[in-house]
């Protein structure tokens, strides 16, 4: 099987961001020739995708559409945000957040560096935002940052996107009569990856460490691996009731029921390709073997189909 079957084409890619409310962050595992060319599209896709909210509870609310899943707390301390999406879905981020309530914008989380989540980290600063994240998220923003498997090289961001008040393992943020409890989850989707609770409301927005019915994009660039995503899914699992209202970073809003079913697959395709590898299988034979087709019809139409899930799960494997 060639590099060349992994291709995902813009054409593909294009349509597909533009038909997602859950728009996914999608990569191309190899490009070939029409370098950048993804995550240019991507963020383009910002310029026409949907903005939806979903009224959650306790005055939590997600914004679908622009890049990952944006969750929201009004009140009198200001608006409390969850990633910041496209700069290109600027004008409709603003217009929902004002639908929501008049409060500014003066807290954003970001749950980890990728351009989907940050992109509008700058005007929601300018529009008075303190920016908190963990310290290697703000890292990755401050500086040239690689993806091999988006063959995209990052600039920095402004100064004005940089994350200013870091989180280490835990933080709690007291806001708008709500307890805001943040957590670090360890190397997952990257190594900068932090969960936000809302503990009365009881909902919680696990960034990338969850796709809701999609393969995960593993960031190998910055951190990420395979096994670090299982328990990160695992921690998830362990931290939710039945009643527990999860926004993933990607996908519909979601519970546990859903989660089980996510890290069931992530070990089970992971034991996979671990067991194929033992035998001593070239990445090609286990591609051609599809550890993933129980689960392609379902997980895999997006952008990581189980050929690119197959070698970002063998890519971690020792
Ligand atoms: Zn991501």
């Not at 360890?186 to 809701?212: C, K, R």
């Amino acid at each position: 099987m060639s590099e060349r079957s992994f291709d995902i084409s813009r054409r593909r890619f294009v349509a597909n961001a533009g038909l997602a409310a859950t728009a996914v962050c999608l990569v191309p595992y190899r490009l070939s020739g029409d370098e950048q060319s993804l995550v240019v599209a991507a963020r383009k896709s910002g310029e026409t995708t949907k903005v939806t909210l979903q009224s959650l509870r306790n005055n939590v609310s997600v914004l679908l559409g622009s890049g990952g899943n944006i969750a929201v707390l009004p009140g009198d301390d200001g608006k409390l945000i969850i990633d910041s999406g496209y700069l290109s879905s600027r004008e409709k981020i603003a217009e929902a957040l004002d639908g929501i309530s008049r409060d500014p914008v003066k807290h954003l989380v970001n749950t980890h560096w990728h351009f989907d989540h940050t992109d509008g980290n700058e005007w929601m600063h300018s529009a008075g935002a303190t920016i908190i994240a963990h310290e290697n998220t703000k890292k990755y923003l401050s500086t040239t940052t690689r993806v091999d498997d988006w063959d995209f090289t990052f600039p920095p961001w402004p100064a004005a996107a940089i994350p200013t008040e870091i989180t280490g393992a835990e933080k709690t943020l007291h806001l708008n009569g709500a307890t805001v409890a943040l957590k670090y989850y360890g190397p997952a989707h990257t190594d900068g990856d932090i969960s936000i609770y809302f503990t009365e409301a009881d909902v919680l927005h696990t960034g990338d460490t969850w796709w809701n019915g999609h393969f995960p994009f593993i960031d190998y660039s910055t951190g990420g691996n395979i096994n670090g995503m299982i328990k990160a899914a695992e921690a998830n699992l362990a931290r939710v009731t039945d009643k527990t209202i999860v926004v993933p970073g990607h996908g519909p809003v979601g519970g546990k029921t859903e989660m089980i079913e996510y890290r069931d697959l992530l070990a089970s395709i992971r034991d996979r390709v671990a067991a194929l590898k033992r035998e001593g299988k070239s990445l090609n034979e286990i591609v051609a073997a599809k550890p993933t087709a129980a689960y392609d019809a379902k997980w895999g139409t997006g952008f990581v189909n189980g050929e690119l899930f197959t070698k970002l799960v063998y890519k971690g494997i020792g």
